[in-house]
């Protein structure tokens, strides 16, 4: 027998008790002020423990709590539940193996994390991420610019570039911005800022094969998915949410997927029979503005998200192949009403083209 | 045998409170240790078990009268509510977000802006919500005696009160926020329980005007007093001189400091007033922090954090709850044949609303 207090979850009264473990079945309880009850070993549980008395609790009685005085009781606590430290899982794996097991989770989520983006991209289809993308980008506001011959010069550029230009939309957008981006749904801008900072065709074909590459590559679905994996991520811990057009627009792409996209830029621009030295010139000639300007200058955004190493112009320099009949990208003609798109546009000066 | 005398001083030896906090740093060491090891190597998921024990040991060392609390609270069902409101809010906000960034990139500025206001109410109203539920489910996990408490109350006719008496607040030059703090507290606390009993709660705004006063003509006075120097100093054709910036420098520190102590003030009276306001089956709650225990606390909090380098952050939460308890006092009695179970369904949703908009309960 053991002396002890009891709580019977109904009322706050506390009631003086001796328990006895002796039953198979259940743990005898008998109240001081005459009554007894037994309560099944299985609905115990361990509660906490105190100076000279151990808690116990039962699961399907809520606020139920029996105490026992550990003095006299050496014979009965060997029988009830053991205590709880850490929660269920880790008291009975041990705190060292669930630290090498939590280590090996947490090592496993971010590996995950990480590559997911890779490998789930070529399982979206691409009429959901083109709806997506049409729904996010639209018409730009108007932002679009529609000179006379400039729409057809760049497909037709495009169209020497891809087999499947066909199924891009390939925009020039009036906006002070050295950029071009690729986006989701096989859309992609050019802004005017960085047309008018090409000599020629043949300079600009590099820029655009290059994005051609990331939409084949499906690198602008990766960025989609890390981009509402983190914005889930960051919502999930509570802090602010998701993304704005600019993050959207300056995604990085990784390193390895910048080098694959230039990788296909060269060997587009050799099919097509472009001289890689004008993108070589025209990176170069970028290269030098940003050592006047400084790297703050943000109108070079195309600069922050495609680093201009030196390596890369390399690149693109070495594979020319000497002596080797290169052909114009465009015609005379064509690449005046290209570069003039947006000088062009009839709605030049309007309000509509004065987002920014 | 059965009245508690909650009296203060009633026994000789004792400390003169009804409500002792038993707790020891050097008990609590291993837990905190213990607690930031698993939350690491679990990326942060072992947090909610982290907060039960942390709790289980803080109510385990609070005494009330003759017995001490227990929490009951457990990580599973706080992991489990907080999983609930994720699914539900992360969703929404993604989706609320990407409509509003396609909405500007063409071009509908207005619609977008509308529609980023509308999601603003929508948080603004459930962080009263989240308000409520956290209180109501503290509540129901703290035992007494083996009763608890609760609340039959799902929070959302909170939230409207939350909203607008947030709202009218800040309205009239925000002159009217202690109105809309000492409301809202009866507003909640009303529609709590402990057993089978109600709370009361009947703050008013007693002494706290002045002091919001305070807080709120600091800054006035300080750009005034400012302007009013730089004007001497233009009059007096004294160029910027280096005495002259360390002075402006010193003022803005000096500005600060006493912004803080206002605060500091104001909210110690806060306390004092709501939490005496407060009564519960036949005891009468009283916190006695005034602004100078308010001021040590906080300063013991960063100094440990600076001495530790970072390692007394485990401990803000033992100090703070400590802090809590032993200036938190209680008289009058209480009859235990008369402290039934608490008759409403304690429920499940824990701190999750609270814990997705990052507030606390009291």
């Known amino acids: 027998?053991?002396?002890?207090?009891?709580?019977?979850?109904?009322?706050a009264v506390r009631r003086d008790v001796e328990a006895d473990g002796h039953g198979a079945e259940s743990l005898r309880i008998e109240l001081a002020d005459g009554g007894r009850l037994d309560v099944p070993w299985e609905l115990l549980c361990h509660v906490e423990s105190r100076k000279g008395c151990e808690v116990y609790g039962r699961t399907d009685v809520k606020g139920w709590r029996l105490g026992l005085f550990s003095e006299g009781a050496e014979g009965l606590l060997p029988r009830m539940p053991r205590r709880q430290r850490y929660g269920g899982l880790i008291d009975r794996m041990g705190l060292g193996p669930a630290v090498v097991a939590g280590l090996l989770f947490s090592g496993l989520i971010v590996f995950i994390g990480f590559t997911a983006p890779t490998w789930l991209a070529p399982l979206v289809p691409m009429s959901w991420e083109k709806k997506f993308g049409d729904s996010?980008?639209?018409?730009?506001?108007?932002?679009?610019?529609?000179?006379?011959g400039g729409q057809q010069a760049l497909e037709k550029l495009a169209g020497e570039l891809s087999p499947r230009a066909r199924d891009l939309d390939i925009r020039v957008v009036h906006a002070p911005l050295v950029n071009a981006a690729a986006l989701p749904g096989g859309h992609i801008v050019i802004f005017d800022e960085l047309l008018k900072q090409a000599d020629s065709a043949d300079e600009l074909a590099g820029v655009l094969a290059h994005e051609i590459a990331h939409v084949e590559r499906r690198h602008t679905t990766q960025a989609m998915i890390r981009e509402l994996g983190v914005g889930v991520f960051v919502s999930a811990i509570g802090g602010r949410t998701g993304s704005n057009a600019e993050t959207l627009l300056s995604a990085r792409y990784s390193r390895g997927a910048e080098s694959q996209a230039d990788g296909d830029a060269i060997e587009t621009l050799r099919r097509a029979n472009i001289s890689p030295l004008a993108t070589a010139g025209f990176f170069d000639r970028l290269g030098r503005d940003e050592a006047k300007l400084g790297q703050a200058a943000s109108a070079l955004s195309y600069l922050s998200t495609h680093p201009l190493s030196a390596e890369r112009r390399q690149r693109f320099r070495a594979s020319a192949e000497k002596g080797r009949a290169y052909q114009p990208a465009l015609n005379r003609d064509e690449w005046e009403a290209l570069f003039n798109i947006c000088f062009n546009d009839p709605r030049r000066g309007s309000d509509d083209l004065d987002f920014f | 045998m059965n009245d508690m005398q909650g009296l203060a001083g009633e026994t000789r030896g004792e400390p003169d409170s009804a409500f002792r906090f038993e707790g020891d740093w050097r008990e609590f060491l291993p837990i905190a240790l213990t607690n930031l090891l698993l939350i690491v190597v679990t990326l942060g998921i072992y947090r909610f078990w982290a907060k039960a024990r942390e709790r289980r040991y803080l109510w385990s060392r609070t005494r009330f009268i003759d017995e001490t609390l227990e929490w009951t609270g457990t990580g599973k069902e706080m992991l489990i509510g907080f999983?609930?409101?994720?699914?539900?809010?992360?969703?929404?906000a993604v989706g609320a977000n990407l409509a509003i960034e396609a909405l500007f990139l063409r071009g509908q500025g207005d619609l977008a802006l509308l529609l980023g206001l509308g999601l603003y109410a929508i948080v603004f109203y459930m962080v009263g919500v989240a308000q409520f539920r956290a209180l109501r489910y503290r509540l129901s996990r703290t035992y007494w005696h083996g009763i608890r408490g609760g609340s039959a109350d799902g929070g959302w006719g909170y939230g409207w009160q939350f909203m607008w008496k947030t709202v009218a607040g800040f309205m009239v030059f925000g002159l009217l926020v202690p109105w809309s703090m000492t409301e809202l507290w009866n507003d909640r606390w009303n529609r709590m329980s402990f057993g089978q009993h109600e709370f009361r709660a009947g703050a008013d705004t007693h002494g706290l005007f002045h002091r919001w006063l305070i807080v709120y003509l600091v800054p006035v006075v300080a750009v005034i007093a400012v302007a009013a120097a730089t004007g001497a100093m233009i009059s007096l054709a004294a160029g910027p001189s280096e005495a002259a910036a360390a002075a402006f420098v010193f003022a803005l520190l000096f500005v600060y400091l006493a912004f803080l102590l206002a605060s500091l003030s104001y909210y110690a009276a806060y306390y004092r007033q709501v939490v005496n306001a407060t009564a519960v089956?036949?005891?009468?709650?009283?916190?006695?922090?005034?602004?100078?225990?308010?001021?040590?606390?906080?300063?013991?909090?960063?100094?440990?954090?600076?001495?530790?380098?970072?390692?007394?952050?485990?401990?803000?939460?033992?100090?703070?709850?400590?802090?809590?308890?032993?200036?938190?006092?209680?008289?009058?009695?209480?009859?235990?044949?008369?402290?039934?179970?608490?008759p409403f369904a304690a429920t499940g949703d824990a701190e999750g609303l609270a814990d997705a908009f990052d507030i606390g309960a009291i």
Request: with cysteine.
């Open chain 1, 136 to 148: 996010l980008v639209g018409e730009w506001g108007g932002r679009f610019c529609k000179g006379p």
């Open chain 2, 281 to 342: 089956a036949g005891i009468d709650f009283e916190f006695r922090a005034r602004t100078k225990d308010w001021l040590k606390l906080i300063l013991g909090n960063i100094g440990l954090v600076i001495v530790t380098l970072g390692v007394g952050l485990l401990f803000l939460g033992y100090r703070n709850w400590a802090f809590a308890v032993r200036h938190l006092e209680a008289a009058g009695e209480i009859n235990l044949d008369d402290l039934l179970q608490s």
């Open chain 2, 83 to 92: 999983l609930i409101v994720i699914m539900v809010v992360a969703p929404l």
């Open chain 1, 1 to 11: 027998m053991a002396r002890g207090w009891l709580y019977d979850g109904e009322s």
